[in-house]
């Protein structure tokens, strides 16, 4: 490992102490849900439709440190957060050892397919 590798591998680890909160993952082919630690953000983000008028929502992240994971999240996995299902509706790599898991707050069909612990 290089030594930037180091300090970023160092410095993520003192971001989920401070930052991170505990989380349970509900991925494909586990036999369990698997706790692990977060750091989860629901900011409102304008939106253009194309039509000149900016929409405004939410977009749920959790960010994760791969390393601390026994099987990477893929899309349509699901995660607990704060005691309410998210589905995973994209996985983004930040080239640093981090995962931006991009959430759907899950209900219905979700909540059946990977149930709450």
Known sequence: MTV???LTRAMSA???????????????????????????????QE???ST?????TVQPVLEVRLVDLPATPTE???VTVQGAL??????RPDGHGFL???LHKGGGHE????PDP
Do not use: N
Not at 20 to 44: I, K, N, W
Not at 52 to 56: I, K, L, N, T
Not at 86 to 91: A, F
Not at 111 to 114: C, E, I, K, L
């Open 4 to 6: 930037f590798g180091d």
């Open 14 to 44: 003192i971001v989920l102490t401070t930052f991170g909160e505990p989380v349970v993952f509900h991925l494909e082919g586990q036999a369990q849900a698997l706790p692990g630690r977060g750091v989860f953000s629901a900011a409102h």
């Open 76 to 78: 349509g996995d699901a």
């Open 100 to 102: 931006k898991l991009m």
């Open 86 to 91: 998210y589905l995973i509706v994209d996985v």
């Open 52 to 56: 000149g008028v900016p929409v405004s």
């Open 111 to 114: 909540a059946s397919t990977h």
């Open 47 to 49: 939106v253009d439709a």
